[in-house]
């Protein structure tokens, strides 16, 4: 009697028998399977399954520092600014 065989399980089916040290003839044979169709389904699902997938990559957030700027009694707080605005404002403070 046939089986059914997912996408998922002829995947798993084709990446168990890439780690084996077997001939796929043994493989089959061990399995049940049809070593021609193996091969058939093997070709197509690497046809169309990439080795390298994307993978989502999701963006951190910018490096920020909170600082203390504190001249004579003046004292600046600049909680969560990004170094580039702290270096834009140290060098407008020194002009």
Request: net charge positive; with cysteine.
């Amino acid at each position: 009697m046939r089986k059914y065989r997912t996408k998922a399980e002829w995947l798993s089916l084709i990446n168990e028998f890439e780690q084996s040290n077997q001939s796929q003839a043994e493989f089959c044979s061990v399995r049940g399977l049809n070593p021609k169709y193996f091969s058939l389904r093997r070709i197509k699902l690497k046809a169309i399954s990439p080795k390298d997938p994307f993978v989502e990559v999701r963006p951190t957030p910018a490096d920020t520092t909170s600082v203390v700027i504190q001249y004579g009694t003046v004292k600046v707080h600049l909680p969560t600014t990004s170094t580039q605005v702290i270096a834009q404002l140290v060098k407008a403070l020194a002009a």
